[in-house]
């Protein structure tokens, strides 16, 4: 997983509310769809259509947005049912932070976990940052997630350990093994204190 620290890029506004991750990724995709090509198919119910070309009024088909990197959303985005595809829909189409008032809480835990930033704003804050996205000539952001920043005085919260497997670029199994030397002399001090418990 790619470490997450500074990203500048330009934010695209997705105002709906309640954007479920059966439109993020349609269901159908997700069995047979390689986890490397799941970003062709992010929002294709909503980015196509039904002759399979691009909807020019989505506005990630359009400039700047196309190029997003960070999308500003509506209320309980990723919402619905649990699938990870969707946060990899996302990440593969090159997003690496949603910033939204509210998430679907398994979505939101599945986006730390597949190196995307997840951010809660309140609505008002989340309205201002969608009125910028919304003009090209102020659509690009910068999220410094050491500082906890947004565009340079915003600030954002996020759990300790999330923080630090963004920073680090971990998920995680990759936290756990991070810890095997611990693990290993806690287990060589516990095997000499009661040796029974282990096999011979």
């Known amino acids: 997983m790619d470490k997450f620290t500074t990203l500048r890029a330009v934010a695209a506004p997705l105002p709906q509310a309640n954007v479920d991750t059966d439109t993020i990724i349609r269901v159908e995709r997700c069995a047979r769809t390689p986890k490397a090509e799941m970003g062709r198919y992010a929002f294709e119910m909503i980015r ?3 002759d399979g070309a691009e909807d ?6 359009r400039e700047p947005w196309r190029a997003a990197r960070i999308l500003v959303c509506g209320a309980n985005f990723g919402c619905g049912s649990s699938r990870e595809m969707a946060v990899w829909a996302l990440a593969g189409m090159g997003v690496r932070c949603v910033i939204a008032p509210s998430f679907g809480e398994i979505f939101f835990g599945n986006c730390f976990q597949n190196g995307v930033l997840a951010i809660r704003l309140p609505d008002g804050t989340v309205a201002e940052l969608m009125a910028r996205a919304s003009d090209p000539a102020s659509a690009t952001f910068t999220v410094e997630l050491e ?17 630090k497997m963004l920073l680090e670029g971990l998920d995680e199994i990759s936290l756990t093994l991070a810890l095997e030397p611990k693990i290993a002399a806690f287990q060589a001090a516990d095997r000499l204190r009661r040796p029974w418990i282990y096999p011979t």
């Open 48 to 50: 196509f259509l039904p």
């Open 56 to 61: 020019p009024g989505f506005v990630l088909n």
């Open 147 to 163: 500082r906890q920043v947004l565009n340079g005085g915003l600030r954002f919260e996020v759990e300790p350990l999330r923080k």
